[in-house]
């Protein structure tokens, strides 16, 4: 009974090592995505849904369009795309609402797909990835806040796009619970994510 008590301490001991290993690994990746702008001439710029309040962007959302905006003005792509489907409740999608708002910043409707589906990250990849397919896009310039650009990079790799991505500046320095928040949150959904648990 010593030994496999033992034995059980030692693989408890090893267990918790190895998830402590685990979190600091994918919590490191986090804040590198976060920091790093890899923004470059790419085919796409595709922007990533938050939410929208009936019919006007969140100002999460707002910031996401207005960078992606930007990297559209430096000419760094001719295409841009905004993903995000709704809520049951909801009369307008992320995407849609993505679309009116860069139409009235003098994006031509030509230079705009809308994806108005998907309710998630993976769906949204996964819908970008066809729409890629589609319009032969090869590179693509990935928007959102940077703590969600680790998981969304790879999620995107899985679907076999190649991404840049490219932070949303930050206006103001964000409190440290709700950095601890946003972290602790990636740090699950990609780990549920790698475990095929939805």
């Given at each position: 009974?010593?030994?496999?008590?033992?034995?059980?301490?030692?693989?408890?001991?090893?267990?918790?090592?190895?998830?402590?290993?685990?979190?600091?690994?994918?919590?490191?990746?986090?804040?590198?995505?976060?920091?790093?702008?890899?923004?470059?001439?790419?085919?796409?710029?595709?922007i990533f849904g938050a939410a929208e309040y009936d019919g006007r962007p969140s100002p999460v959302l707002r910031a996401?369009?207005?960078?992606?905006?930007?990297?559209y003005q430096r000419g760094l792509a001719p295409l841009m795309i905004t993903l995000g489907g709704s809520e049951p409740s909801d009369q307008h999608s992320e995407g849609a609402v993505g679309q009116d708002y860069l139409?009235?910043?003098?994006?031509?409707?030509?230079?705009?797909?809308?994806?108005?589906?998907?309710?998630?990250?993976?769906?949204?990849?996964?819908?970008?990835s066809i729409i890629a397919r589609a319009n032969r896009l090869k590179s693509i310039v990935v928007v959102s806040d940077g703590?969600?650009?680790?998981?969304?990079?790879a999620i995107c790799e899985k679907y076999g796009l190649t991404v840049y991505t490219s932070p949303r500046p930050v206006g103001h320095s964000i409190p440290l619970r709700e950095a601890l928040r946003r972290t602790t949150h990636e740090v699950v959904s990609y780990t549920l994510w790698r475990m095929h648990i939805h």
């Open positions: 009974m010593a030994v496999l008590a033992s034995l059980l301490r030692l693989v408890g001991t090893l267990a918790i090592v190895a998830a402590v290993a685990w979190v600091g690994w994918v919590e490191s990746q986090i804040h590198w995505y976060a920091r790093h702008d890899e923004a470059r001439p790419a085919n796409a710029i595709a996401r369009l207005d960078h992606g905006l930007e990297l139409l009235a910043h003098g994006v031509p409707e030509s230079a705009i797909i809308a994806e108005t589906q998907s309710s998630n990250t993976e769906e949204s990849a996964r819908r970008l703590t969600h650009l680790f998981r969304t990079h």
